[in-house]
């Protein structure tokens, strides 16, 4: 398994790269020395886990042909999580025969059960990257993943209902599976849930109760998401507009303070709000 020894250079090529942390780099590189020839022992023990793992840092490190190599017979073997990382790295090639086995590949892992897999191939079929647009099956696929618990999905299940996109148009039920996913943390679920309550989609209109889901998906939203953020902003200043002249700003401050605890993203620091407490 000479593959095994590639990723070690690279990374500790990258660390050097960075400036010494005063009293901590030493230790630091240490510490990535450590992990990684503590992974790079496993996987040469034959540890799926260790080779999912270490095929995860070829990739990022833009060895894919080495990657590959690594997850291809646990591949074959069924691991589902080696089929998914597989069928990621074929998709990137965007030739015609790598979209053929990343689909394949993901299909496979899909059908084994693997929420991310099955969301995944949801995508593929709605945004054609499987060939021919099918809302209908990445439905089929969404609903899989959503009835696991992942938020990504049970947003995409969302959309398609609040759409009619694949299905029949239900906004009720498409509120349900944003509520879901926004409690989970997902920002887009939540600035759609928003936007639900700002426009009376699937339920009355609130003002004050869509500030609550504007400052929380203002919240929630993650560096690579700054247009939900812009947005999200947006629509919180609107909708706080509208509540405070409708003299309810004080309960939908109230609202957005309480999400904020149960539905937000740990570690993020809470933004006070404009205009006081």
Not at 62 to 73: D, I, N, Y
Not at 141 to 167: E, F
Not at 184 to 196: F, I, R, V
Not at 232 to 257: C, K, P, W, Y
Request: charged share 20%; proline share 4%; hydrophobic share 45%.
């Amino acid at each position: 398994m000479k593959f095994i020894m590639i990723l070690l250079p690279v990374l500790l090529t990258g660390c050097a790269a960075r400036p010494v942390l005063p009293g901590g780099g030493g230790s630091l590189l240490s510490g990535v020395e450590t992990q990684v020839a503590t992974v790079a022992r496993q996987a040469m023990d034959g540890d799926p886990g260790a080779r999912v793992l270490y095929a995860r840092w070829l990739a990022d490190t833009g060895s894919t042909a080495q990657a590959r190599e690594v997850l291809l017979p646990l591949a074959d073997q069924g691991d589902r999580e080696a089929q998914y990382r597989l069928g990621c790295l074929l998709m990137a090639d965007r030739t015609p025969d790598s979209r053929r086995q990343a689909v394949d590949r993901m299909t496979r892992a899909a059908t084994a059960g693997l929420a991310v897999a099955q969301r995944t191939l949801g995508d593929w079929l709605l945004n054609g990257s499987a060939g021919t647009r099918d809302p209908a099956a990445a439905l089929v696929w969404y609903r899989k993943a959503a009835a696991q618990g992942d938020a990504a999905a049970q947003n995409a299940v969302g959309a398609a209902l609040s759409a009619g996109r694949g299905t029949a148009r239900d906004r009720t039920a498409a509120l349900v599976w944003y509520r879901k996913a926004a409690e989970q943390g997902n920002a887009l679920a939540a600035l759609n849930t928003g936007n639900a309550y700002w426009t009376g989609s699937g339920v009355r209109a609130n003002a004050g109760v869509a500030m609550a889901w504007y400052v929380l998906a203002e919240h929630n939203a993650r560096p690579a998401e700054s247009a939900v953020r812009r947005l999200a902003q947006q629509m919180r200043v609107r909708a706080m507009m509208l509540s405070a002249t409708r003299g309810r700003l004080s309960a939908a401050r109230a609202l957005a303070e309480q999400y904020l605890r149960r539905y937000g993203r740990p570690g993020v620091p809470v933004t006070p709000l404009p205009g006081g407490a």
